[in-house]
């Protein structure tokens, strides 16, 4: 069998760099995915951690989120 004798092997990315990468495309950036995201999710991730009501999103940073999701 040809694949057996096949090195293999797996590239990973650093998982901080994947999610400041995340944090980039869904919460920094002006798009409109980026502003229904802000919405939807930033909002409740500011309530939950300072206990603010933000409308629309605006204000999450990169701390917050990591400290959410790392």
Request: glycine share 6%; charged share 30%; net charge positive.
């Amino acid at each position: 069998m040809k694949l057996a004798t096949y090195k293999k092997f797996l590239v990973v990315r650093d998982p901080l760099e994947r999610l400041y990468s995340a944090y980039r495309n869904k919460f920094s950036s002006n798009s409109s995915d980026s502003k229904a995201f802000k919405k939807n999710y930033a909002a409740r991730m500011i309530k939950e951690t300072r206990g603010e009501e933000v409308g629309n999103g605006d204000g999450l940073v990169f701390e917050v989120f990591k400290l959410i999701y790392h």
